[in-house]
């Protein structure tokens, strides 16, 4: 049977931060975004990213292999962008208007693959009315001998939090540890969707088996950004109804120290910007 949203999944999205869709694309399906995702991977290189593993937990040990922007290189990640299963599960997640921001593959490798610390997605591009919201694809089953993501459930509900680390943005690992946050173990085919403040990370993949994720970051279009971040090549794309402001929304703030007054360290405020005191 073909996945359909439903009001239910509306009402879990909003009350948890989260919703987990089972079956969004068949197995089928999941191979072969799985197959163009490994290609792609070949295809880069050494152009690849060699290891994204956040710097707070940075051992040398494990690694993580990531591409942005993935409908750039490939035109059956266009077309899923696109996919009514996707876009109508987006819909029902932040209303009609949908806006792509960026698209990020995701590859952890068999037994050394690098975990994600427990953070919110907020700092790296905060919006306005907080309607940014991520869709982690899964071409793998992700047990979580694989890694599998983990969230704190309705901890959008705590609005924004000042992380702990302000390099990476990760949040306390004594506070927020990872093992502590609740498992969403995904099958080949399901998508896992979460509100930018949900509070979610993953473990290390210490499996025999690779894990492979493609994540879709979206938004409502007027949703105003505060700051010029993360901007990538397809972002703005619409991917279901209209943008309402023909294109007009505009940054509100663009200053990092916004965020977190006197927090940001020297070497992130961008050229020249003085230190204010508050």
């Not at 999205?13 to 163009?36: C, D, K, M, N, W």
């Not at 490798?109 to 940014?132: K, L, V």
């Not at 972002?235 to 309402?244: E, K």
Request: charged share 20%.
């Amino acid at each position: 049977m073909s996945f359909r949203w439903t009001p239910e999944h509306t009402q879990l999205f909003q009350s948890e931060g989260f919703v987990h869709i089972r079956g969004l694309f068949t197995p089928a399906e999941a191979a072969e975004y799985r197959r163009e995702a490994h290609d792609l991977l070949k295809r880069l290189g050494q152009r690849a990213e060699s290891n994204a593993t956040w710097n707070s937990v940075a051992t040398g040990k494990t690694v993580i292999k990531d591409c942005h922007d993935v409908q750039n290189h490939s035109a059956a990640f266009t077309r899923m962008l696109v996919d009514p299963r996707l876009t109508a599960a987006m819909v029902g997640c932040i209303g009609p208007n949908v806006q792509l921001h960026h698209t990020k593959m995701f590859i952890k490798p068999p037994e050394i693959g690098s975990p994600f610390p427990m953070h919110q997605d907020h700092p790296y591009f905060p919006h306005a009315r907080h309607t940014m919201t991520a869709a982690i694809l899964h071409f793998d089953d992700a047990p979580i001998a694989r890694g599998c993501v983990r969230v704190v459930p309705k901890s959008h509900k705590l609005g924004p939090l000042v992380p702990h680390n302000l390099r990476d943005f990760s949040l306390s690992p004594t506070e927020y540890p990872i093992d502590k946050a609740f498992p969403v173990e995904a099958k080949a085919g399901d998508a896992v969707i979460f509100n930018y403040l949900v509070i979610h990370g993953s473990g290390v993949n210490v499996s025999d088996e690779a894990r492979t994720t493609v994540l879709v970051q979206f938004r409502d279009p007027t949703d105003e950004p505060l700051l010029h971040v993360h901007e990538s090549r397809g972002q703005g794309l619409m991917l279901a109804g209209v943008d309402p402001n023909a294109g007009r929304t505009k940054v509100l703030v663009d200053d990092p120290e916004f965020l977190f007054p006197n927090s940001i360290p020297d070497a992130l405020l961008p050229p020249g910007r003085k230190r204010v005191t508050v």
